[in-house]
């Protein structure tokens, strides 16, 4: 008997538009379309189950070996540094991780400079990286107030279209790092469930030189 | 005592040890506290930095062991010549990745230390791979050798930097950043390709080694390809070849490590559960002149591998009153402890799952509950 692939994806437009790839792929589990409030889908036929889960805990249910496969942000792996293989870049949900602040903002050496983010550990990297003092505010959400009301000098986060940074008068100071989403694989399954995982690689790879 | 009352962890360490045993390594036995002055000096080598310290009465700042392999090398004395095959079972202290906090952990290892020739790996990836064999028969033995990707990188003249970027791509098979990053390096274009090829292998060793001879042949990492190939030719036709796997994102810190490495895995268990290979620069380091080899178990991610789950705590509760006699309880109890685990109480505990409760009441037995 085939085993089971067990594949994570993301809630929403990202893991929706990943799962179309591995159908073509063929991984299919035409179940998932039916709507409804289920989270796990299974097809014994071609040996996958499925599961919805919160974008920033795909990278825990793969590493901790839950799921074979997942789908999650080249965000989450920087930022989380699970120990996972990371095999390919599915090239969509293309977005930047950025330094944004005030139009008006400069920056004085002098002050310890005070970074609103959800991504603390990247933020920390890469301030250490350029040698720079600063005091981490970790928020969940609404970054984008901080620097307004005076909680932060700038903030660090994920930019798409710089459409909320503009409605809030904020501008990117500097791109950080380039994010995508990743397709990440449990260092155990990738042994035991080689020629599935590789068989699901290279066909996804073939989509994405289409 | 039955070998199916031992918890998974316990079993192993049975196994391992009549293992270690039967090749002629000695048993090696520490104290839990070392001097915490050893670490300091060593810090990478550690897999996390924090270590549990206190001073002792005469003021001396000792540790609880962190790890076992630097302890062995500092006790170790050698005469020219002369290996020393040792195996150990203890206790260390770390910070858990995960929950941040201090963990004790079990771990089996055994070292082997001096003049390590090519019978020396052989016997220690043997090992290495009977050790996972002993947990499971679904087990993977992966291996890489550090002097190939060593050489490589070195003739490509990378910065501090860019080696640990290049090194993390490997180690996390990310062949689409690799070749990102290898594309801002002055270097030459064959041996970018080169690493590219190496980062994307992965199989069964007996596929991979002739297109590795293809893509080594003349270049600088042939010495260190020729010693892995040698090393792994000997497991031809032993039913251990067919576990072993060539994996270059197994990787250590070159600092410290110089040659054949690996890392073991059993199907069911989410991570690395064996690690190790050749460790001769953590032994110059520590102004010692021979090399090493060795690896550990990590036990504590046995816990999980229980399969046998069982349905029952107990077998057979026996509830007795204070009216039954004590020889009519003896003999119950004898009677039903031949078929499995028994026992007494006088109060029923109704959180307690059984297969048969028996009740005696004024020395009258009556089984009164079967569950199949």
Known sequence: MKKMLNIALPKGRLGEKAYRLFENAGFACPEIYENNRKLIFENEESAVCYFWAKPSDVAIYVERGAADIGVTGKDILLEYEPDVYELLDLKMGKCKMAMAAKADFRDKPTKTLRVATKFSHIASEYFAAKGRDIDIIHLNGSIEIAPVIDLSDVIVDIVETGTTLKENNLVVFEDIVDISARVIANKSSFKFKNKQIEKLISQLSKQLEE | ?372
Not at chain 2, 179 to 198: N, P
Request: net charge neutral; charged share 25%; glycine share 4%.
């Open chain 2, 1 to 372: 005592m039955q070998k199916t009352a031992l918890k998974s962890e316990e079993r192993a360490v049975l196994e391992l040890r009549s293992i270690y045993d039967q090749f002629g390594y000695s048993p090696y036995k520490m104290s839990k506290f070392e001097e915490y002055d050893l670490y300091v000096r060593n810090k990478d080598f550690l897999v996390s930095d924090a270590v549990i310290t206190f001073t002792d009465t005469n003021g001396k700042l000792l540790a609880l062991k962190p790890d076992v392999t630097l302890s062995i090398i500092k006790n170790t004395q050698l005469l020219p010549g002369q290996v020393k095959k040792l195996y150990y079972t203890e206790n260390v202290y770390r910070v858990s990745q995960k929950t941040q906090s201090f963990k004790e952990i079990m771990q089996v290892g055994l070292e082997c230390i001096g003049e390590i020739d090519e019978y020396c790996l052989y016997e220690v990836l043997v090992l290495a791979a009977k050790s996972l064999r002993s947990i499971s028969k679904n087990s993977v033995l992966d291996i890489s050798h550090m002097g190939i990707l060593a050489a490589i990188m070195d003739k490509m003249s990378l910065s501090k930097a860019q080696s640990a970027r290049v090194l993390a791509c490997i180690s996390a098979k990310n062949v689409h950043e690799l070749e990102q990053e290898l594309a801002e390096v002055e270097a030459d274009e064959a041996d970018k390709a080169l690493l590219l090829e190496l980062a994307g292998i992965y199989g069964k060793a007996n596929a991979v080694l002739p297109r590795l001879e293809k893509v080594l042949s003349g270049t600088v990492a042939w010495d260190a390809f020729s010693q892995l190939k040698t090393v792994l030719a000997a497991f031809e036709g032993s039913e251990l070849n067919k576990m072993i796997h060539i994996d270059f994102s197994v990787i250590n810190d070159l600092k410290y490590y110089n040659g054949v490495i690996f890392k073991g895995f059993v199907e069911g268990i989410p991570a690395s559960i064996l690690s190790g290979g050749q460790y001769d620069k953590l032994m110059r380091k520590m102004k010692r002149s021979s090399g090493a080899v060795g690896f550990a178990v990590y036990l504590d991610m046995l816990e999980r591998f229980d399969t046998d789950s069982k349905a029952y705590d107990v077998n057979t509760v026996i509830l007795y009153d204070s009216k039954s006699s004590l020889q009519t309880i003896k003999e119950t109890v004898a009677h039903y402890a031949v078929e499995g685990t028994v026992l007494t109480l006088k109060t029923a505990d109704k959180k307690l799952h059984y297969r048969r409760l028996v009740e005696i009441r004024a020395n009258e037995v009556k089984v009164v509950e079967e569950n199949a």
